[in-house]
Every structure is written in C-alpha cells, then in structure tokens.
C-alpha cells in the first residue's frame, strides 16, 4: 500500500490517509482480502500518531471497505455488489467538484483558459514520474496482474 | 476515577528578582509573572504538543510540572502528585528529556546508563541497552564525540529506561535535521504512543506536531489561547473569503483571530467557524471558506490582527475598494 503524507498542509493528516486508501479500494489498486498494514505497522511507518491511524482504519471499517479482523489483522472487505460502484462515483463527483474550485482558482490567478489544458498536462507528467504506474491509470478497469510493490505486510494472503 | 496524568488549574507562575530566594516565584505577580491563569488537563495515554514561540512560557511549564519552579498561585497535579511539595515522587515516575541535552560530555552511553540507574528504583538496564540499539546511539563513544541526533535519541532512551508513565519532551525537534526528526518522531510513535504512556512535549516546529500529537495547546504570552485535537482545531479554524456588506450586516463573532484586506473582499479568519458559516449561509451570503494549516491557524492567534473588522461609524467605503 502506498500512502504520501503531506505535512503542514491545510488537509488534516487523518483525511489525507483515509482519502488515499479509500481511492485505493474503490479504484481496485488494492482488492478484497488484500492485506493492509497494522495500525502500528502504518503509523510508523509514515511516522504518524497511532490513534489517528486508528480511527481512519475504524472509520474504512465502518464503512464498509475494510474488516478488522480480531487476532488475525485488517483486510480489505469483500466488495458488495453496487455499493463500492457508488461511493466510488460520488468520490468523482467530488473531486470534479474540487477541480471547478481549482479551476476558479487558476482564472482569479490570471490564468488564462487557453493555458490550462497546458497546466493539466504538465501536472499529470509530474504526478505519474512520481508514482509507479501500476498505482495510476484514472478511470481503467482492475488490473488481472499486479506489480508487486505493496509494502511487505500486504498481499502477504494472496 | 482518575485518567489525567496532568492536571493544571489556574496556574500562575513568576520569577522572583533580588530577596535572596534565587529564582523562587513569589506571590507578587508584576512584571516577571511568566504563566497567567493557565488551566490544562491531559488524559492519560494521549500525546499532547505545547506550541509556542520562544518566551511563551513552555519551558517554565514543564520546569513546574518537575517541580523546579513553585507556582505563585493555582493547582497543579501530574500522575496524581503533587510536584512542588513530593518533587522526587514526581521525577521518578516521568521520563524527561531536556531542553538542552546537557550529559556527562567525558562518559559513554552505557556508562552514563550506570551512573544513572541507582537514582531510579525501576531502572532497568537491559531495557537501556534494547533501547540503544534500537534507536543506534554508540554506546563506546564518548558523549561529546556523538552527533546532536545521537546525542537526542541517547537523552530519549535514557529518559525511557526506567519506564516511566509520563514522558516530558523539552523541544526535542531542535537542531535536529529532517530526516532525524522524522526518526525522531518514529521512535515517539513506536515506543510511546503504542505502549499507551502519556507523552507531553513542546515544540515550535507544528508541521511535526500535526501528524504526531493526539492534541495541542498554543501558549502565548503566558496564556494558553487554544486547546483541542488537531483534527478538531483544523475544523473550527477557518478563513472566509466575504465583502465588508456582508460583515457590517452581521454581528461580529466572538473568536475573530484576524482580517486581512483580499482584493475587493476581506479574509476573516475565526474560531468556531462552522457556525459562523451557517449564519452566512442562513443570510444567503457570498462567501468561499479557505481550510488552513496548523502553521496559519498558529499565526492567526499568536500574531492575528482584527483592526480591519469594517465598523458601522466607519462606513463601507472605508474597507471596500
């Protein structure tokens, strides 16, 4: 599982983890019985508070996509038919909605319309030089194979 | 039931000049009063961060939290004792790593460990040793020989080896580089935070604080003007993005931290803002909420300015355009 934390930013650390293994479940990077590391595991990991970690993996379970399972370790939840597809396109109606707040941002900057397909691009070079590709690819089914690059706890149960 | 390992009630602290009681705090509170009123309970097992800029009074918390300095007036508590009158009782149940790591410059690690260990009834010098290695301080080398971040994790692990309930961190962070830091930062989470113990700690480096601290506390001036979970915080503290009308329409809210002029609008930045923001919302007002780093947030109270608040008298003009 692979998380960035970004310190000092205005998003609260507990919703930047939780984003980003939520994206990762819905989006099928990682898949039902996968393996996620513990809460410890994590929490040193990205050397983050334990509780935080904690409450993001107890809201995940909550909600449906993750199953702590007592003495045996977190897993992601099997997927129940319509449910995941649901959240998962609210989640993009969501970030739509940040990319039209982006957007206004970028045109009260002076940026000019012409110029932000430019910007996009530039961002998406820079976003996919830093992440492994695997990891990508918006809006592609599953993929059958995957490269093994999860941190050692993950996937251990395959 | 008691689950506070600190408990602080209106705590005012000074120091005393002249009268011969050598840095003593006295009932008068004049000039050299340091901490004003301050109140503070900490749960235990929680990780608190005490932020503030240099002078705001963290050190002379933590020194009365050891007992090193008496209060001038108010209560304090830590693990159920009182410092000031039972000090040793205190200091052998909390780990305490200073300020300024002052050790023996001419011992090593093991034999600074040793030298330690009979001031401490539950020192356990195999722990010490687990605790070297785990954190890679040289134990063979002379003090003064070691770098500042082995010098750090040696003052941790030695502040550990007696298991203490509570543990007291005096700017740890400082000097430090930032992959030292994070290391830092691991070995606190892996040693503390999942053995459940109580970890208090100052620092005025927040963007290391947010990810390590269940909550904070920002100090200034001797007062402490926030407490709360980082998450809670970044949620209560916003800036809105509004016009003068719309401010001049609504009464003022009570937490105004600070208003800078934004183009043709006013950036209003607040304390308890979802409700604010409701009100804007019930008046059917223009407005874009800005979320803020724990940096801003710390800003906005330490050195926010509110003097730009538009004022009936003043009339719109003044603030718009």
Do not use: C
């Amino acid at each position: 599982m692979h998380i960035r934390i970004q310190r000092g930013s205005s998003v609260p650390i507990s919703r930047q983890i939780d984003a980003q293994v939520r994206a990762q479940i819905l989006s099928g990077v990682l898949r039902a019985e996968d393996q996620l590391p513990s809460v410890r595991q994590l929490a040193r990991e990205l050397a983050v508070n334990v509780n935080t970690v904690f409450r993001v993996y107890e809201r995940l379970a909550a909600d449906g996509l993750i199953e702590l399972r007592h003495g045996d370790g977190t897993y992601v939840a099997p997927r129940r038919k319509g449910a995941a597809g649901a959240q998962l396109a609210r989640r993009r109606r969501e970030f739509g909605a940040e990319l039209d707040a982006l957007v206004r941002r970028a045109l009260m900057l002076g940026v000019a319309a012409e110029e932000l397909p430019r910007w996009l691009a530039e961002s998406l070079e820079r976003v996919q030089r830093e992440i492994p590709p695997a990891e990508t690819s918006p809006g592609d089914s599953p993929k059958r194979e995957r490269a093994e690059q999860d941190t050692p706890s993950a996937g251990t149960r395959r | 039931m008691n689950t506070a390992a600190i408990v602080v009630e209106n705590l005012s602290v000074g120091y005393g000049r002249g009268r011969g009681s050598g840095g003593r705090s006295f009932g008068d509170r004049g000039a050299s009063t340091v901490l004003d009123g301050l109140s503070l309970t900490i749960p235990a097992g929680q990780t608190f961060a005490l932020l503030g800029r240099n002078g705001a009074g963290k050190t002379t918390l933590i020194r009365t939290l050891l007992g090193l300095l008496e209060p001038a007036a108010g209560r304090v508590e830590v693990l159920g004792v009182n410092p000031t009158t039972q000090p040793l009782v205190v200091r052998s149940r909390i780990g305490y790593l200073a300020e300024d790591q002052s050790m023996y410059p001419g011992m090593t690690a093991d034999e600074l460990a040793a030298f330690l260990a009979p001031f401490y009834p539950t020192w356990d010098a195999a722990l010490a040793r687990d605790l070297f290695q785990q954190f890679g301080v040289p134990t063979g080398v002379r003090i003064k020989q070691l770098s500042k971040g082995h010098t750090v994790r040696l003052g941790l692990a030695l502040a550990l080896a007696h298991r203490p309930e509570l543990v007291i961190l005096d700017d740890p962070a400082m000097g430090l580089d930032p992959i030292t830091r994070k290391q830092f930062n691991r070995d606190v989470v892996e040693h503390l935070q999942a053995e459940g113990r109580t970890v208090f700690y100052s620092s005025h480096l927040l963007y290391e604080v947010e990810a390590v601290a269940d909550a904070v506390a920002i100090l200034d001036g001797g007062r402490l003007v926030r407490v709360g979970t980082t998450e809670a915080v970044q949620n209560d503290v916003k800036r809105v993005l509004v016009s003068g009308d719309v401010l001049l329409a609504g009464p003022k809210p009570e937490k105004l931290l600070d208003v800078t002029r934004r183009g043709d609008r006013l950036a209003v930045t607040l304390d308890g803002a979802p409700a604010w923001i409701e009100r804007l919302d019930a008046a059917e007002a223009d407005y874009a909420v800005e979320d803020l780093s724990l940096d801003e947030i710390f800003e906005a109270f330490v050195i926010g300015q509110t003097e730009l608040w538009p004022d009936r008298s003043a009339g719109v003009t003044a603030v718009v355009k």
